[in-house]
């Protein structure tokens, strides 16, 4: 009895084993010995939360946004004060596109001095406003070197472009260009230098001609 | 001068604010033999230190083309990016260094140009996102300097780009809508001061170098006012863009 049993099992594996064999060509699912807690529950339940692994991101610091304030000589109406914004973005290390946001006030005329009743603008067309769009190149790139120890780095670019004047209470196309100096006091603040000129056509005077107006200007811009 | 000063003062303490804000920096491995740190972020800055082979770095930030990086022994420079590129990350796996845009399947657009508008003078800005790389969407702001009125049009539409895949010249066409304010010069003042707008272009772009590209635009309006008649003006413009 005990041999006849044992002859059927041997039987029935080399039957099923030669049925696996046919199925070699596919994977085999993985078995899974789990031996069922009896009784005794498992005191260790291992839950150990998956890490998370985060590269970190390099900051790209291409945009400078600031300031600037200085003199601004409006050809026939004197020199005066000017303030400004300006945000730039560095496409490449020699080149960066850079807008510009500013007003003044114009004096008067030496016309308007010498016979005050005679009123070239009113009072509210004495405001100067002005946008650009400007391209820059960094012409001389360098450093500056203060004392023995500090090192800034700097450049010296020219800017060209174009935009809007309103001036007299008309708005004028008018382009400019203009150089000026950067120097970087750390990474991320740059101090400017900057002389630009702004070129339209007015016949405020009586007469159609290009207005030259020079701007002398101190700015500070941040990196981000 | 108040406000000038305020906004600075403004610009200062959100850049304290971000640059306290804590954040993980990436560490990479050297790879290559050495690389070169520069005193600054350009190709002549002279070499202030030499990183070498499996020695760990800390990327710092970037501007433009350079990063700056911090050595373990606390020296700091600029290094490039294609030589940033080939180093990898500590677990193994290649550095994160974005590859530079490629023109034909960049997504952002971002130019100014020179124009021509009814005979009058034209400065226009535009942003442009690009939804396959055949077809992009749109957004021009611009203003004309005429003699008697003084003009603020800003429209949206699509264009298409023909061969795509020619770099340096390629026709474009476009279709839009938009608005326009006009601003009085000189008397009598215009009948209607703004209005709405559409357009057909024609154009050609093309790439220069790195992430730059230009662009060349004919443009006819149809400006639809409460007039008998629509006014039909058109425009001619030119410009330079930069990619990402």
């Avoid at chain 1, 610091?61 to 400004?84: C, H, K, M, V, W």
């Avoid at chain 1, 405001?127 to 090192?151: C, K, M, Q, S, W």
């Avoid at chain 1, 203009?178 to 016949?203: P, S």
């Avoid at chain 2, 209607?192 to 790439?207: C, E, H, P, T």
């Amino acid at each position: 009895m005990e041999s006849r049993l044992s002859s059927v099992l041997l039987a029935t594996v080399v039957i099923l084993s030669g049925c696996s064999w046919f199925h070699r060509g596919e994977k085999a699912p993985a078995e899974v010995v789990a031996e069922e807690p009896q009784g005794e529950p498992s005191i260790v339940e291992p839950q150990v939360p998956r890490r998370e692994i985060k590269t970190p991101k390099i900051k790209a610091r291409d945009f400078e946004i600031g300031g600037y304030y200085g003199a601004l000589s409006i050809q026939d109406f004197g020199t005066n004060p000017i303030y400004g914004i300006r945000a730039a973005y560095h496409v490449t290390e020699d080149i960066f596109l850079e807008g510009f946001l500013a007003r003044s006030k114009a004096g008067t005329t030496s016309l308007e001095d010498v016979f005050p009743d005679i009123t070239v603008v009113s009072d509210s067309g004495r405001h100067f406003t002005y946008y650009d769009l400007d391209l820059g190149y960094n012409v001389l790139p360098g450093e500056i070197f203060l004392g023995r120890g500090r090192a800034f780095n700097s450049a010296l670019y020219a800017t060209f472009g174009l935009g809007d004047v309103k001036f007299a209470n008309k708005d004028q196309f008018a382009l400019n260009f203009g150089a000026g100096e950067r120097l970087l006091i750390t990474d991320w603040l740059a101090v400017h230098l900057d002389v630009r000129d702004h070129v339209f056509e007015t016949d405020l005077t009586g007469r159609t001609k290009n207005v030259h107006n020079i701007e002398a200007t101190f700015g500070l811009t941040a990196f981000y | 001068m108040r406000r000038l000063l305020a906004l600075l003062l403004l610009l200062q303490a959100l850049y304290v604010g971000t640059a306290q804000a804590k954040r993980p920096l990436l560490q990479l491995v050297v790879t290559q033999p050495y690389i070169e740190m520069r005193s600054g972020p350009g190709r002549g800055y002279p070499v202030t230190y030499v990183v070498g082979r499996d020695e760990v770095v800390t990327v710092l930030f970037s501007r433009t083309d350079w990063y700056k990086i911090r050595a373990s022994g606390g020296q700091e420079g600029w290094t490039r990016r294609a030589d940033l590129a080939e180093t990898q990350m500590i677990s193994g796996e290649a550095a994160p260094i974005p590859p530079y845009p490629d023109f034909t399947t960049h997504r952002w657009e971002v130019g100014a140009g020179y124009g021509v508008f009814n005979h009058e003078n034209l400065a226009t800005a535009w942003g442009d996102f690009a939804l396959t790389n055949s077809l992009d969407a749109e957004l021009v702001v611009q203003q004309a300097f005429g003699t008697i009125d003084n003009r603020y049009i800003a429209t949206f539409g699509l264009r298409h780009t023909f061969l795509p895949d020619f770099k340096w010249i390629s026709p474009t066409a476009g279709i839009g809508f938009g608005y326009q304010y006009v601003q009085d010069r000189e008397p009598p003042a215009p009948l209607q001061k703004s209005n709405q707008l559409a357009y057909i272009s024609l154009g050609l772009r093309g790439f220069i170098t790195r992430r730059f590209m230009w662009r060349a635009d004919w443009r006819k309006y149809e400006v639809f006012t409460n007039q008998n008649q629509n006014e039909e003006p058109d425009e001619w413009k030119v410009g330079l863009a930069v990619f990402f």
